[in-house]
């Protein structure tokens, strides 16, 4: 089984509902556990941004990290994505990520 980090912005700002898309794609991301970014070998980063500032990127030195998705708003990895998408985004790219990686 893949592990995930995951890790939510401050919520300052949220155009998405952070939670409810976390819920799903738990939902969705079969094969995949998710935690906190302090545990040791994870296969994969998820970080969840309420807008397109991403504050957490810089304030953890993120952007270099293999293997990271971001959700900025909506936009998933740069990419504008609806609402109601992003879920289902995120999980087939945590999936196709950490089964590449396994």
């Known amino acids: 089984m893949a592990t995930v980090g995951v890790k939510f912005c401050g919520g ?3 155009s ?3 939670t409810m898309i ?3 794609i738990r939902d969705l991301a079969g094969g995949v556990t998710f935690t906190g970014l302090a545990d040791k070998g994870l ?3 998820l970080l ?3 807008c397109s500032i991403v504050c957490p990127v810089e304030q953890l030195g993120l952007r270099s990290r ?3 998705v971001v959700v900025a708003g ?3 990895n740069g990419r504008d994505v609806p609402e109601g998408f992003i879920a289902q985004v995120v999980a087939e790219k945590l999936v196709n990520l950490t089964r590449s990686h396994s």
Do not use: H, K, S, Y
């Open 48 to 50: 969840i941004c309420g």
């Open 74 to 76: 909506q936009t998933v």
């Open 43 to 45: 296969d994969a980063l």
């Open 16 to 18: 998405i509902d952070r």
């Open 66 to 68: 293999p293997r990271l």
């Open 22 to 24: 976390f819920r799903e």
């Open 12 to 14: 300052c700002n949220p």
